[in-house]
Each structure stands twice: as structure tokens, then as C-alpha cells.
């Protein structure tokens, strides 16, 4: 069973249990060491799976690759995997480093995969990029859309730290 067949059956309900991480894995998701996301909780809903309206989206982000953040580089992209756990729920966890001490680290649960878009529930993390000793630190529900036919998903809230605009994409 391709992914995208597999994501057709998930929305159209005709899978009786939510997909398991073994099953994901034999799908053909990508490779993640036994136990990556083990003990990962999905918030106040952690029982609820994540909700899919679009199957070309799922394809996009079952398989991403990599994270950019501008400050750090857009010549080199940092890693981002995805993984599906035992009750549906898809998490993101990226990561870019730069010079020095500099990263930015996106990760949580996807709760939404929609139309050019999907929310994540989790924490943003940025330190030392553009400049040394910047620290932000966030969680919330996040937007991440395509836009301009763009070949990423683009974090939409730009100015969510101290005023500088931060462009963090997701790329497939």
C-alpha cells in the first residue's frame, strides 16, 4: 500500500485503528532510530489523531526536506523528520545549526494537515542567530502554509519573538 492510498483510507475512515509507527515505517515514512518518539505527549487532546483534509499535503510533509532559518542559512538546510505514532498523531522535529552556538528547532505535534497548509502544537526555539545571546523561545499552535507556489511551508507569524521578522520553512 502506497502512502498516498494509505492517507486516502485515513481520511476517508476506512481504517479501523489509527496507524501504528511499525506500520508507518513499512509504508514507506521515513527511518527513525526504536523509540525516537517514545514518551512524546500530544498535549490536553493527546489521544486525538491528527486531523488530515489533504492527501497531497500529507505526502509532502511525510517526507520533509529539511528546515531553514534565514539568519543561519538558506544555502544549507537542517534536518526535519516526521513521524506517525500508534494513535495517529503526526510530531515534527527539525533542527538547524549554524556558526557558533546558533540553531533554530521546530518540533511538536502536527495536529492539522489541510490545504497548503498545517498547524503544529509544539515549541519554537531560536538562540544566537542573527545575533549572539538572542534567545526565543515559544509554544503555541502554529500556522505553516505554502505560499507562491513555494516548494516549503512557511512559518506565518513572522515577528513572534522580539520584533525581528524570522522566516523558518519546512521544505519538501
Known amino acids: ?8 483510507l485515513m481520511i476517508l475512515g476506512a481504517l479501523s485503528t ?13 527511518d527513525y532510530p526504536v523509540g525516537f518518539f517514545d514518551g512524546v505527549e500530544g498535549g490536553p487532546d493527546s489521544q486525538m489523531p491528527t486531523r ?11 517526507a520533509p ?6 539568519w543561519i542559512s538558506w544555502d544549507y538546510r537542517g534536518e ?22 546558533a540553531f533554530v528547532s521546530v518540533n511538536g505535534m502536527i495536529t492539522e494537515i489541510g490545504d497548503k497548509y498545517f498547524i503544529l502544537d509544539g515549541t519554537i526555539s531560536i538562540l544566537n542567530a542573527p545575533d549572539a545571546g538572542r534567545r526565543c ?6 500556522r505553516f502554509e505554502i505560499t507562491q507556489n513555494r516548494q516549503y511551508y512557511r512559518l506565518r507569524r513572522f515577528e513572534w519573538c522580539d520584533g525581528l521578522t524570522d522566516y ?5
Not at 52 to 62: F, N
Not at 65 to 70: F, M, S
Not at 82 to 97: E, I, K, M, P, Y
Not at 137 to 142: L, V
Open 65 to 70: 526536506k529539511g528546515v531553514t532559518l534565514q
Open 1 to 8: 500500500m502506497n502512502l498516498l492510498r494509505l492517507a486516502a
Open 80 to 101: 526535519a523528520r516526521v513521524l506517525v505514532n500508534g494513535t495517529g498523531q503526526w510530531f515534527l522535529d527539525a533542527r538547524q545549526s549554524g556558526d557558533g552556538d
Open 168 to 172: 523558518i520553512d519546512i521544505y519538501f
Open 137 to 142: 523561545e515559544a509554544q503555541d499552535k502554529w
Open 52 to 62: 488530515i483534509t489533504s492527501v497531497s499535503d500529507l505526502a509532502r510533509i511525510a
Open 18 to 30: 489509527p496507524l501504528s509507527a511499525e506500520t508507518a515505517l513499512q509504508e514507506g515514512l521515513p
